[in-house]
T-cell receptor, first 114, second 114 residues
Framework: DQQVKQNSPSLSVQEGRISILNCDYTNSMFDYFLWYKKYPAEGPTFLISISSIKDKNEDGRFTVFLNKSAKHLSLHIVPSQPGDSAVYFCAASAYGGATNKLIFGTGTLLAVQP | DAGVTQSPTHLIKTRGQQVTLRCSPKSGHDTVSWYQQALGQGPQFIFQYYEEEERQRGNFPDRFSGHQFPNYSSELNVNALLLGDSALYLC?????????????FGQGTRLTVV
């Protein structure tokens, strides 16, 4: 049972435009959500997180939106840069934030075209 | 700060053998989690260690075991290796602080079982 789903395996956008990566979850006990970026041959790198008490969190070019009623979150990258090309993973946890076990989606490969 | 370090980076083992992977957490972190990432999938939680005890466990067989040492470093052991154990094994460290907002990952160990 896939509790965290990233239904788009890949996404291609032009440099300077907005990238929107989506994530859906099924477990209503999830209360903390994180986005990680992963380059080949490297471990995942933390990007941004959001607690379920918020509906938006912003950090520079990255903004995460959370819609609890729809069990949906999205990551917006504005403006997109070629260096953003990587696999993006959505992760969720319950009762303990980032310390608790993380349930990951299958990832979305983002390609930013110059 | 060296961050999370894992060794070795690559490993080739024969089916039926045993393997030990190692992880040193980020300075100041006392919680270590292990994940398995198969090709094309997101990381899957194996188990977590805190205060030298296994605190949580994912859906992995008993062939997967671990240990945490007093200096918080950790080992993942896999016995009776199967071809299906071939994957990237990731270690993540975190702290139990309620302000903790992310888990830091190492670069991973690529295990190939032949």
């Amino acid at each position: 049972d896939q509790q965290v789903k990233q239904n788009s395996p890949s996404l291609s956008v032009q440099e300077g435009r907005i990238s929107i990566l989506n994530c859906d979850y099924t477990n209503s006990m999830f209360d903390y959500f994180l986005w990680y970026k992963k380059y080949p041959a490297e471990g995942p790198t933390f990007l941004i997180s959001i607690s379920s008490i918020k509906d938006k969190n912003e950090d520079g070019r990255f903004t995460v939106f959370l819609n609890k009623s729809a069990k949906h979150l999205s990551l917006h990258i504005v403006p997109s840069q070629p260096g953003d090309s990587a696999v993006y993973f959505c992760a969720a946890s319950a009762y303990g934030g980032a310390t608790n076990k993380l349930i990951f989606g299958t990832g979305t490969l983002l390609a930013v075209q110059p | 700060d060296a961050g999370v370090t894992q060794s070795p980076t690559h490993l080739i083992k024969t089916r039926g053998q045993q393997v030990t992977l190692r992880c040193s957490p980020k300075s100041g972190h006392d919680t270590v989690s292990w994940y398995q990432q198969a090709l094309g999938q997101g990381p899957q939680f194996i188990f977590q260690y805190y205060e030298e005890e296994e605190r949580q466990r994912g859906n992995f067989p008993d062939r997967f075991s671990g240990h945490q040492f007093p200096n918080y470093s950790s080992e993942l052991n896999v016995n009776a290796l199967l071809l299906g154990d071939s994957a990237l094994y990731l270690c993540a460290s975190s702290s139990p602080s309620p302000l903790n907002t992310e888990a830091f990952f190492g670069q991973g160990t690529r295990l190939t079982v032949v």
